[in-house]
T-cell receptor
Framework: DAGVIQSPRHEVTEMGQEVTLRCKPISGHNSLFWYRQTMMRGLELLIY????????DSGMPEDRFSAKMPNASFSTLKIQPSEPRDSAVYFCASSLRGHSSNQPQHFGDGTRLSIL | RKEVEQDPGPFNVPEGATVAFNCTYS??????FFWYRQDCRKEPKLLMS???SGNEDGRFTAQLNRASQYISLLIRDSKLSDSATYLCVVSRAAGNKLTFGGGTRVLVKP
C-alpha cells in the first residue's frame, strides 16, 4: 500500500528563496497535517485540513508560511521568503477523521530543508 | 507548562531487561492517547493506541491513569531494535489535532 508521499526528500536553498513542499496523503484519508521538527522544539503542528478545508493554522509561524489543499490527494506548504531559522524536517501526515475518537496519523518520510 | 511532557532520557537498557517510562498531560479533557516510535532521521510511526483499561501488544504494555493524567509504556525483554525515541501523543477530542510530547530516547545495549 502506498503511504504518505512527500517531495522533495531534501531541499537546500539560499535565504530569500521560495520553497514549496508537496504531499500526497494516503488514498481515502480525509485529514492532512503539516508538522515541523527541530531538535530544539520537537514536533510542532503547523496546520491541518479536514476534507481539504483548513481547520487550525495556529501553528503556522508567520505570514511567510502558507498551505493549500486544492484536492483530496494533494497539499503544498510554501515558505516565501525563506530564512535560515526555517531549517528543519517538515513532515506531512494523514488520517481518517473519526467521529468518536481520533484515528492514528500516518507520516511521510519528511522533507529535510536547509536554508543557507 | 507544556501540554505533554516526557523525560527526554536517554534510558540506557541492557538487552533483555525491562524498561518503563511515563508521559504526563495537562489537559484533563484529553480523550485519545497513543505511543509513536521514531527512529533516528526517520518519520514517527504508530506503536500502539492506549486504552482506558490498559493494553498489551507483544512485549509492549501501555497504561492510562486519568486521575493522575499520565500514560506509561513498558517494554519487556528489550531488543537492540527497540532503540528509538518514543513519542507520547494525546488529543482532546475527536477530529481534533494530536499533540506530541518531546519524546523519550531509549538505547538498548548488548
Amino acid at each position: 500500500d502506498a503511504g504518505v508521499i512527500q517531495s522533495p526528500r531534501h531541499e537546500v536553498t539560499e535565504m530569500g528563496q521560495e520553497v514549496t513542499l508537496r504531499c500526497k496523503p494516503i488514498s481515502g484519508h480525509n485529514s492532512l497535517f503539516w508538522y515541523r521538527q527541530t531538535m530544539m522544539r520537537g514536533l510542532e503542528l503547523l496546520i491541518y485540513f479536514n476534507n481539504n478545508v483548513p481547520i487550525d493554522d495556529s501553528g503556522m509561524p508567520e505570514d511567510r508560511f502558507s498551505a493549500k489543499m486544492p484536492n483530496a490527494s494533494f497539499s503544498t506548504l510554501k515558505i516565501q521568503p525563506s530564512e535560515p531559522r526555517d531549517s528543519a524536517v517538515y513532515f506531512c501526515a494523514s488520517s481518517l477523521r473519526g467521529h468518536s475518537s481520533n484515528q492514528p496519523q500516518h507520516f511521510g518520510d519528511g522533507t529535510r530543508l536547509s536554508i543557507l | 507548562r507544556k501540554e505533554v511532557e516526557q523525560d527526554p532520557g536517554p534510558f540506557n537498557v541492557p538487552e533483555g531487561a525491562t524498561v518503563a517510562f511515563n508521559c504526563t498531560y495537562s489537559n484533563s479533557a484529553s480523550q485519545s492517547f497513543f505511543w509513536y516510535r521514531q527512529d533516528c532521521r526517520k518519520e514517527p510511526k504508530l506503536l500502539m493506541s492506549v486504552y482506558s483499561s490498559g493494553n498489551e501488544d507483544g512485549r509492549f504494555t501501555a497504561q492510562l491513569n486519568r486521575a493522575s493524567q499520565y500514560i506509561s509504556l513498558l517494554i519487556r525483554d528489550s531488543k537492540l531494535s527497540d532503540s528509538a525515541t518514543y513519542l507520547c501523543v494525546v488529543s482532546r477530542a475527536a477530529g481534533n489535532k494530536l499533540t506530541f510530547g518531546g519524546g523519550t530516547r531509549v538505547l538498548v545495549k548488548p
